[in-house]
């Protein structure tokens, strides 16, 4: 029996509804443990912000780093100490507020390291783009058929693959001084999906 086997291709768009912030508590003395405590403590004040905007199931640790610190002449100058954490934010909206708390609160400790858009719930989009994706493979099998002088028969296989397309991230720094809220933009992230086909030809 003869066979064609296709990959389709096929994409939704949604708009992200939840924030993940990367930040870190950085602070610089002339000993390791010096260091570590003013980083320990500008983290416990980010985790307390935190808290304010977001559940606490949903504020993590991700990194820890302790190094020789130097100054501008090359010269050795202490230790600096960094605590890097992620809060996720179901809500955009609260996550401008949470940025604009930290910068208050923390001050010159604080290092916004950037933050993620995504969408919490993709079931919808993947269904979506699984149907076009479908429909992609029926198009393209029929093409190369109908290139082959057959007619498209049955379907004999098929098999999924895909993943969520690329989400924006914003990076930057943020200043001590500012204002209430900050604006962040979700725009849209595209979903896609991929689904292998094979059919008879006829």
Known sequence: MRTVTVTGRGTAREVPDTVVVRVASSHRAAGVAEALAGADSAAAEIIAVG???????????????????????????????????SITCTDIASAGDLLAALATKVGDRLQVEG?????????????????????DAVARAGHLAELAGA???????MA???????????????????????????????????????FALD
């Open 51 to 85: 808290r304010e905007h977001t559940e606490a199931s949903r504020i993590g640790s991700t990194n820890l780093n302790v190094w020789p610190a130097y100054d501008n002449e090359g010269k050795p100058s202490g230790f600096e100490a960094r605590h890097s954490l």
């Open 115 to 135: 933050f993620g858009l995504e969408v919490s719930d993709t079931a919808r989009a993947l269904g979506s783009a699984r149907a076009g994706a479908y429909a």
């Open 151 to 157: 007619r498209l028969g049955d379907v004999q296989a």
């Open 160 to 198: 999924e693959g895909g993943a969520a397309g690329p989400i924006g991230v914003g990076e930057g720094g943020v200043a001590r001084d500012m204002m209430k809220s900050v604006a962040i933009e979700p725009g849209e992230t595209t979903i896609a999906a991929a689904v292998t086909v094979t």
